[in-house]
Nanobody, 115 residues
Framework: QVQLVESGGGLVQAGGSLRLSCAASATILSINAMAWYRQAPGKQRELVAV???????NYAESVKGRFTISRDNAKNTVFLQMSSLRPEDTAVYYCNILTAWRSYWGQGTQVTVSS
């Protein structure tokens, strides 16, 4: 069973930066897209950023210009570089890998931004 292991979350002051990583425990074939979602307390999970197999990226309006998604295809790893963090970015961040057959989810990593 393939697992996604996330790392890089933590506590940071507003204006600071964090880099999240998500690595698959085994090779995943036919990846269509890799993405990061987040869920704040009392809110629905929302898409933060996505990168397709072709390398195209898309971001939520709230993080455009501050977050950058990237991937290492050889290692089935996806990253999220977060800069200029705001208290409203506080959430549990989940990585997702979408293939032709199924969707994989990480266990989530907490990001807390203090004001």
């Amino acid at each position: 069973q393939v697992q996604l292991v996330e790392s890089g979350g933590g506590l940071v002051q507003a204006g600071g930066s964090l880099r999240l990583s998500c690595a698959a425990s085994a090779t995943i074939l036919s990846i269509n897209a890799m993405a990061w979602y987040r869920q704040a307390p009392g809110k629905q999970r929302e898409l933060v950023a996505v990168i397709t197999s072709a390398g195209s990226t898309n971001y939520a309006e709230s993080v455009k210009g501050r977050f950058t998604i990237s991937r290492d295809n050889a290692k089935n790893t996806v990253f999220l570089q977060m800069s200029s963090l705001r208290p409203e970015d506080t959430a549990v961040y989940y990585c997702n890998i979408l293939t032709a057959w199924r969707s994989y989810w990480g266990q989530g990593t907490q990001v807390t931004v203090s004001s």
